[in-house]
């Protein structure tokens, strides 16, 4: 069975998504996965260390989670994802740096698609992927979020 929690944030409601055994879904509304969501049973049950682990990460207290994760994807998406989940906290990497390290130099382009499917945002940090210049790219939740949570990043930073 699929579990679904909508949960108010500094950037919006995010949309949790579970098995029950892991978080399947970090989504924002309008996000081209929030489909995903669809047919779900709406239960805070499965959420909570989900839940706890974000409110401290918003709060500026946490800055790793570890709540069991699960994202369905392709190989190569699911390799782009764990590399994110590299990047350290109140840093950032290039869509090629990203490339690189999967072992796929000149797949920027590839990066970027996967980055765009990534179905556990902030958890999986795709906001910490900018353009090769330094500029912000895209972002499923906005460019307005993707600011937010480096901001919030960088003030961290220093805490951990």
Not at 29 to 57: C, M, N
Not at 61 to 90: K, M, N, S, V
Not at 104 to 130: D, K, Q
Request: hydrophobic fraction near 40%; include cysteine.
């Amino acid at each position: 069975m699929n579990y679904r929690h909508d949960l108010p944030s500094p950037i919006g409601t995010l949309v949790l998504l579970s098995d029950g055994a892991a978080l399947t879904g970090l989504l924002y509304p309008g996000h081209t996965t929030v489909a995903l969501a669809e047919g779900a049973t709406s239960d805070p049950g499965p959420f909570q260390d989900a839940v706890r682990q974000l409110e401290e990460y918003f709060a500026g207290e946490r800055a790793e989670f570890d709540t069991p994760i699960a994202p369905h994807g392709t190989a190569f998406q699911r390799t782009c994802w764990e590399a994110l989940q590299a990047i350290p906290y109140g840093e950032t990497r290039s869509y090629g740096e990203i490339a690189t390290a999967v072992g796929e130099p000149g797949a920027a382009r590839a990066v970027g698609l996967a980055n765009n499917r990534n179905p556990i945002s902030i958890i999986v940090p795709c906001h910490r992927v900018i353009g090769a210049d330094g500029s912000l790219t895209g972002y499923g939740g906005g460019m307005a979020a993707k600011r937010y949570l480096l901001d919030l990043e960088s003030r961290g930073s220093t805490l951990f």
